[in-house]
């Protein structure tokens, strides 16, 4: 299993925000932090703020944070939200062709495998990601200064 781009970076824009929770950040910030396109990341965090993990303020000294605390923002369903289609093989997706789905065996096994990567995913929240010994360090990697 692979997941996208878009929800690596989704995992790294929330992870940024837990780490300045008393201030809004921007794209910019972002995206010079991970040095990563701030053109991708506007699309990222426009779903980020759709799918209500994050907020966004407008006008002048506006931008981002979470919409939730981090104990709240469930890894499982943070991909869930952005991953547009999970499912790992064809026989998988609603618009299934494959000739053998009716005989065979794979999709089932396929299935318990996905239900169990999620089942581990959503035992951890973004907090989880964040522990005391590790926030400094992530700071310092990420040239924020509070």
Do not use: W
């Amino acid at each position: 299993m692979r997941l996208t781009q878009h929800t690596d970076y989704s995992l790294r824009v929330l992870l940024y925000l837990a780490l300045v929770p008393e201030q809004l950040a921007t794209i910019q910030q972002i995206s010079e932090a991970y040095g990563i396109s701030r053109n991708h990341l506007m699309k990222v965090v426009h779903k980020l703020v759709k799918t209500g993990f994050v907020e966004s303020v407008r006008g002048q000294g506006g931008g981002i944070r979470l919409n939730k605390a981090p104990q709240d923002i469930g890894i499982g369903k943070v991909i869930r939200a952005m991953e547009p289609d999970i499912a790992l093989v064809e026989c998988l997706r609603p618009d299934n062709t494959c000739v053998i789905t009716p005989a065979c065996k794979l999709p089932p096994i396929l299935n318990k495998a996905l239900a169990a990567f999620f089942r581990e995913l959503d035992r951890y929240t973004l907090k989880d990601l964040l522990p005391a010994s590790a926030r400094n360090e992530l700071a310092t990697l990420l040239n924020i200064r509070n």
